[in-house]
């Protein structure tokens, strides 16, 4: 068994997770500006929002560290999640910075 040490999971793994603690501290910053924000609701947060999609990924790219194929599967996963959170980021900077994109009707 060869060790597969593509760079490009290793990269795409790091890309993800940075959006993920993005998306994250925004949504915090929101909810302190808003006086909505509460540590003691931080771990649930964590554990529902946050490490879901962390392990997944994990779980997807540990596996195409070894075996060139399954990195597909592990891309097209990544790609998901990366859109998921590149959407979510743009909406927690909107919200932060109280921007409206009219409508064109």
Known sequence: ???????????????ILTLIVV???????IAWR???FDVREAPRFIATQVL???????????PSLWHEDLAAIYYVAAGLVGV????????K?????DVTIPDTD
Do not use: H, Q, R, S
């Not at 998306?23 to 910053?29: C, F, M, P």
């Not at 999609?53 to 997807?60: H, K, N, Q």
């Not at 998921?84 to 909406?91: F, P, S």
């Open 1 to 15: 068994m060869t060790l597969n040490l593509d760079p490009k999971i290793l990269w795409t793994l790091l890309g």
């Open 23 to 29: 998306k994250t501290l925004l949504a915090w910053i």
């Open 34 to 36: 808003d006086g909505k």
């Open 52 to 62: 879901p999609y962390v392990a997944g990924l994990l779980v997807l790219a540990l």
């Open 84 to 91: 998921k959170y590149i959407a979510e980021v743009k909406d």
């Open 93 to 97: 900077f909107m919200v932060l910075f």
